[in-house]
């Protein structure tokens, strides 16, 4: 029986497309995008033609796109690159519900002295828009840093409410849109955000290549020495062969249709609700990506249960990939105002573009039949069931 991946918020597999373009521009154009020969020249052009495809993707310029490794290293030059550039502000406003990338480079700040205010979550997953501005005082504030799409719920926060109050008060603000592309449309000449990430594996590029858009006139400067690529603003070869991959995957993502994924999870959540006693859909009052869907099932634990189905050829994740290993209960579920017990309990199902109704339609009995297993092997029940 073929494995049915519903992982995609870890991880898309890659789009053969991409795979394609990546093998060719390994062959063609591996040069040094630096170098000032032909061979580099042909690699640069690659880097170019991936940063046009971003800009015309988000109606932004694609000078004001930089190449990175990848949605952790964006962050990072998002919010080291603006803080540097805004002293003497010393505070930094997240939300709690920030990637662990997020929460670590915050970390490191505040070890370094500075103020950081972490807006909580509502109990629908998603950060207060209100909060937030209440947080970003002008004469404090060096920069918001916050997360778009969660990537465990797939909450969506309203990042419209907050961009442009932000900028007319001249405080520079970072979105951590890295499950957004592809998924959500992330128009950037409406959303007037200063920098925006973005992790190119989300949407069926390789591992290894991501962006960061800084918007003209952001105050950010260069926050990792190297050389004087990306016009000095970011040091390191460029991965050619990841942005011409990062082009075409772009290219497909942008014009994707979900209708049909959103009609398969409309039917798994309705079937997890119906088959599993006690089942809530987390999230499930906010807007929410399309693709993701996170269910507490009381009393299953999900660490035995994320087994037990991928035995069965599901493919399935408890919480974020990150943070799988910790067995610590999910930041975010429990900023949501989940007891520990219920997080430990937590399924994240994530599909992509080419989900079928059939895979979901197989997942659902054995999930149910699983979860039924699982309780009733569990030395320590859900005290509410
Ligand atoms: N931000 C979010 C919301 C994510 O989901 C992830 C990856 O899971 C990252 C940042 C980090 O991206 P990358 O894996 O490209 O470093």
């Given at each position: 029986m073929e494995r049915v991946y519903l992982d995609w918020n870890a991880t898309a597999p890659p789009l053969p497309e991409a795979v394609e373009a990546v093998a060719r521009a390994m062959r063609e154009?591996?040069?040094?995008?630096?170098?000032?020969h032909e061979e580099g020249r042909r690699a640069s052009a690659a880097a170019e033609g991936a940063r046009q495809v971003l800009a015309d993707w988000t109606c932004t310029?694609?000078?004001e796109w930089i190449l990175t490794s990848g949605g952790t290293e964006s962050i990072h030059a998002a919010v080291l690159g603006c803080a540097r550039a805004r002293g003497p502000r010393r505070r930094l406003v997240i939300s709690a519900g920030e990637h662990s990338c997020s929460l670590g480079v915050a970390r490191s700040l505040e070890d370094e002295g500075w103020e950081v205010v972490r807006v909580g979550l509502g109990s629908d997953g998603t950060w207060d828009p209100e909060e937030v501005l209440e947080a970003c005082d002008p004469a404090k504030t060096a920069l918001a840093s916050l997360i778009?799409?969660?990537?465990?719920?797939g909450a969506i926060s309203d990042a419209g409410a907050v961009a442009a109050e932000l900028r007319r008060r001249r405080v520079p603000l970072h979105l951590d849109a890295v499950q957004c592309f592809g998924r959500i449309p992330v128009d950037l000449s409406g959303l007037p955000a200063a920098m925006v990430s973005l992790s190119a594996h989300k949407f069926g590029a390789p591992k290894g290549i991501g962006a960061l858009f800084v918007r003209q006139g952001t105050p950010w400067s260069r926050w990792m020495q190297g050389g004087n690529q990306e016009r000095s603003r970011r040091g390191g070869t460029v991965n050619g062969p990841g942005a011409a991959g990062m082009a075409v995957a772009a290219t497909i993502a942008g014009a994707q249709d979900w209708s049909e994924v959103l009609r398969s999870r409309g039917e798994l959540e309705i079937g997890i609700l119906a088959g599993i006693p006690g089942a809530r859909i987390v999230a499930s009052g906010a807007a929410r990506l399309p693709n993701t869907s996170c269910v507490v099932l009381p009393g299953a634990d999900s660490a035995t249960l994320l087994d037990r189905l991928d035995a069965r050829g599901f493919a399935v994740a408890s919480g974020s990939a990150c943070t799988?290993?910790?067995?610590?209960?999910?930041h975010v579920l429990v900023a949501m105002g989940i007891p520990a017990h219920e997080a430990h309990a937590t399924l994240r199902i994530s599909m992509g573009p080419n989900t079928k109704g059939g895979d979901v339609r197989r997942f659902l009995p054995v999930l149910v039949q699983e979860t039924a297993a699982v309780r009733s092997r569990s030395t320590n029940p859900d005290p509410t069931l």
């Open positions: 154009e591996w040069g040094n995008a630096s170098s000032l310029r694609a000078i778009w799409a969660n990537n465990e719920t799988t290993g910790i067995a610590e209960p999910s």
